[in-house]
């Protein structure tokens, strides 16, 4: 069994957190009991297995979850430490089966960026601004979906255009939405 090695940054993160401090503990002992080596990517505790990412541990305002930060990913909530210790051996199966799939080099088809729906607010600013247009397509393709998905997810057209207004700007500067 290969030793555990804590990686510093999470250490920090973790005591650092104003909430799910204790949550946080657990699902770090429960992923790395599962052999993963931890790593701090975007920002939060992630867990790989040969350099390919596996789950990571995201903290919300209503719940902390395990996730994985890609398409095909899928996520695990949990509202308190009592929920996480219920489900322990399931998500140490979850992780071992998420192993096995990086294992067998099995690969999720992504949806490409240009298969995303343009909410109407937003092509309609791209239509009457030309150089915003050309800035978006300039945007690496993960940052044109993340604009996408926030542009569309809310159901008011009122604001959805306020969010396209609000990074028109951003979008021209060349950044991503969390730039």
């Known amino acids: 069994m290969a030793e555990i090695v804590l990686n510093p940054k999470v250490d920090v993160f973790i005591s650092r957190a104003q909430k799910w401090q ?18 701090f990517k975007w920002m939060h505790p992630c867990y790989t297995f040969e350099n390919n990412n596996v789950v990571l541990i995201h903290g919300f305002k209503e719940y902390v979850a395990l996730t994985e930060n890609v398409q095909a990913g899928r996520q695990i909530r949990f509202t308190n430490l009592q929920e996480i210790v219920e489900m322990e051996f399931i998500l140490k199966d979850y992780i071992d089966e998420a192993i096995e799939v990086e294992k067998s080099g099995l690969k999720v088809e992504l949806k490409k960026t240009s298969e995303y729906n343009i909410p109407e607010e937003f092509q309609n600013k791209l239509d009457e601004i030309p150089v915003l247009k050309t800035a978006f397509k300039t945007l690496t393709p993960g940052r044109q979906r ?17 969010r396209v207004e609000k990074y028109i700007q951003h979008i021209l500067n060349g950044k991503g939405l969390d730039d």
């Open 22 to 39: 204790d949550e946080y503990k657990k699902l770090r002992e429960i992923v790395l009991d599962c052999q993963l080596t931890e790593e």
């Open 146 to 162: 993340a604009y996408l998905l926030y542009f569309s997810a809310p159901k008011q057209s009122k604001t959805r255009a306020s």
